[in-house]
């Protein structure tokens, strides 16, 4: 999932092209970029697009943002976004490992109402100050907890931190990384809302990938390319993975060994194999 591209609720015109773009995944939203006013409009039209048969055959992972819990419109988001074509849940404002386990009572009761399976996983929004001083916490509340994503602009805003400063979201995305990294769950990246600012989207999923994240939101069109650039294994990384998990088999009995005078031991191999794999889904080797 490199690159989320995200279409508002109440622009059903814009489903379609976001299903024919590039993008690994379509995230649906109904929260902020929908007006008060259009929240039942936008839900009706997204659930009459997740009838549709292109869904499954676009083989993208569908995403939908719903309103925040402490919200009019949660239940009635829930209702008709728990969809088997849906395949991720996105929540804003997850504070607590307790507010985690709420969502997913609401989750199972509506599955057992609909007679769905349980394959629906949480991606927690981490975008205030105790959330990302719970992360590690919500990340672990439930095994249906799929990743964590930050909300840099709802997190800095409030609290008058300089949303570009590379240092501040440097400082985030670390923080981020090692909570999802201690519950075993992924770390997804934020939005960029300066859309026309190209080289700070690229510079921002750089950072992002040197520290481990899945992929980037993106917020127009223009921006997926760049994050399916960005996260996609490079020639040269593909090269060396294949060397180190052939080098590891021909070493199974040793703990470490050197290669091309560097040294590898159980953590590099486990990455290399993590590569390859990535690079045979993207159709990069076969």
Same mark, same amino acid.
């Given at each position: 999932?490199?690159?989320?591209?995200?279409?508002?609720?109440?622009?059903?015109?814009?489903?379609?092209?976001?299903?024919?773009?590039?993008?690994?995944?379509?995230?649906?939203?109904?929260?902020?970029?929908? =007006?008060?006013?259009?929240?039942?409009?936008?839900?009706?039209?997204?659930?009459?697009?997740?009838?549709?048969?292109?869904?499954?055959?676009?083989?993208?992972?569908?995403?939908?943002?719903? !309103?925040?819990?402490?919200?009019? @419109?949660?239940?009635?988001?829930?209702?008709?976004?728990? @969809?088997?074509?849906?395949?991720?849940?996105?929540?804003?404002?997850?504070?607590?490992?307790? !507010?985690?386990?709420?969502?997913?009572? @609401?989750?199972?009761?509506?599955?057992?109402?609909?007679?769905?399976?349980?394959?629906?996983?949480?991606?927690?929004?981490?975008?205030?100050?105790?959330?990302?001083?719970?992360?590690?916490?919500?990340?672990?509340?439930?095994?249906?907890?799929?990743? =964590?994503?930050?909300?840099?602009?709802?997190?800095?805003?409030?609290?008058?931190?300089?949303?570009?400063?590379?240092?501040?979201?440097?400082?985030?995305?670390?923080?981020?990384?090692?909570?999802?990294?201690?519950?075993?769950?992924?770390?997804?990246?934020?939005?960029?809302?300066?859309?026309? !600012?190209?080289?700070?989207?690229?510079?921002?999923? =750089?950072?992002?990938?040197?520290?481990?994240?899945?992929?980037?939101?993106?917020?127009?069109?223009?921006?997926?390319?760049? +994050?399916?650039?960005?996260?996609?294994?490079?020639?040269?990384?593909?090269?060396?993975?294949?060397?180190?998990?052939? +080098?590891?088999?021909?070493?199974?009995?040793?703990?470490?060994?050197?290669?091309?005078?560097?040294?590898?031991?159980?953590?590099?191999?486990?990455?290399?194999?993590?590569?390859?794999?990535?690079?045979?889904?993207? !159709?990069?080797?076969?």
């Amino acid at each position: 999932m490199r690159s989320k591209l995200f279409v508002p609720g109440s622009r059903p015109e814009l489903f379609r092209k976001a299903l024919d773009s590039q993008a690994d995944a379509i995230s649906f939203d109904l929260e902020d970029s929908v =007006l008060e006013s259009r929240k039942d409009y936008a839900r009706e039209e997204l659930a009459r697009f997740l009838g549709d048969a292109g869904l499954a055959s676009s083989g993208k992972k569908i995403i939908v943002r719903v !309103n925040g819990m402490d919200t009019p @419109h949660f239940l009635a988001d829930l209702a008709a976004c728990c @969809h088997p074509a849906v395949h991720i849940l996105n929540i804003p404002k997850i504070e607590s490992p307790e !507010n985690a386990l709420d969502f997913f009572a @609401h989750l199972e009761d509506m599955e057992r109402k609909k007679s769905l399976p349980p394959t629906i996983s949480l991606l927690a929004n981490i975008e205030t100050p105790q959330s990302v001083r719970r992360a590690g916490e919500i990340a672990a509340s439930h095994p249906r907890v799929g990743g =964590l994503q930050l909300g840099l602009g709802d997190l800095f805003e409030p609290l008058g931190i300089a949303r570009y400063n590379a240092a501040n979201v440097h400082a985030m995305m670390f923080t981020l990384r090692m909570a999802a990294g201690e519950a075993g769950v992924y770390a997804y990246d934020s939005a960029y809302a300066d859309v026309k !600012n190209t080289a700070g989207y690229r510079a921002e999923a =750089l950072m992002a990938r040197s520290l481990g994240f899945l992929g980037k939101t993106c917020i127009h069109p223009s921006q997926v390319e760049i +994050a399916n650039e960005v996260f996609s294994p490079t020639p040269a990384e593909v090269e060396w993975a294949q060397k180190v998990t052939q +080098a590891a088999q021909s070493n199974q009995d040793n703990g470490a060994f050197l290669l091309d005078g560097k040294m590898v031991d159980a953590p590099f191999v486990h990455r290399a194999h993590e590569v390859v794999r990535n690079a045979q889904q993207l !159709n990069l080797i076969k």
